[in-house]
């Protein structure tokens, strides 16, 4: 019978080392706590624009409701004179 033992030294490949680049890269290890801050400002991001997008479809929505009623009588005599 014949045991095989591992080599311990053997050589990483490429796929190894890419799959731990990126867990790195996921955990944040190594990359210190810019690296946190700037995950976490990017995550926020997609609220950002959501609020800041709904906030100006409701202004824009709001300016043609307007829009679309008559002038008061007040304001169409001055126009007239």
Do not use: C
């Not at 050589?11 to 995950?39: E, K, M, Q, S, W």
């Not at 959501?50 to 100006?56: A, E, N, Q």
Request: aromatic share 12%; hydrophobic share 50%; charged share 10%.
């Amino acid at each position: 019978m014949v045991t095989i033992i591992p080599n311990p030294d053997q050589p990483l490949n490429n796929a190894y080392r890419l799959g731990h680049a990126i867990t790195d890269l996921h955990f944040g290890i190594h990359f210190g706590p810019f690296y946190t801050v700037l995950v976490f400002i990017s995550g926020l991001m997609p609220l950002i624009f959501f609020v800041t997008g709904l906030m100006m479809w409701l202004k824009k929505r709001q300016s043609k409701l307007a829009m679309s009623q008559p002038l008061p009588e007040s304001i169409m005599e001055q126009v007239a004179s």
